[in-house]
């Protein structure tokens, strides 16, 4: 079956986007294209057919507004790390301190996360570990 080469888009709205005329360009194949004005305001050119098969269907904001939503996710879930409550895992009792054995020794491994980026020290006692933990949320954690 041919594609029918006639058709006329203007006024019609394919998802967020409403055709305004047909534009002097052509895609990489030589199809028309369509001048097309987004809800949020924006002019973009696309072609017949990523109109109609609706694989285009906005100017690229609906993608980026995604995008900054699930960056939010990502970094509420650090947050997490700044209350008081241990893992169930937690062996030491203290919260961003684990034990770990290097070279045979068991020795006290502090680690905090802020913004995607971890910071940590190996110590070897338990209250060495309290205050490299306190130094390093001094310095790393938000005020």
Known sequence: MMPNINQNLVGKTFGHLTVLKKSSERGTQHEYKWLCRCDCGKLTTVTTGALNSGSIASCGHVRLEKSKENLRFTEDRHKKQFN?????????????????????????????????????????SLEEALAVREELRNKWWPK
Not at 89 to 97: C, H, L, R, S, V
Not at 111 to 123: D, E, G, M, P
């Open 84 to 124: 008081d409550h241990l893992p169930a895992n937690n062996q030491t009792g203290y919260k961003n301190i684990s034990m770990t054995t290097r070279n045979g020794r068991q020795r006290y491994r502090v680690a905090i996360q802020v913004n995607r980026k971890q910071h940590s020290k190996i110590v070897d």
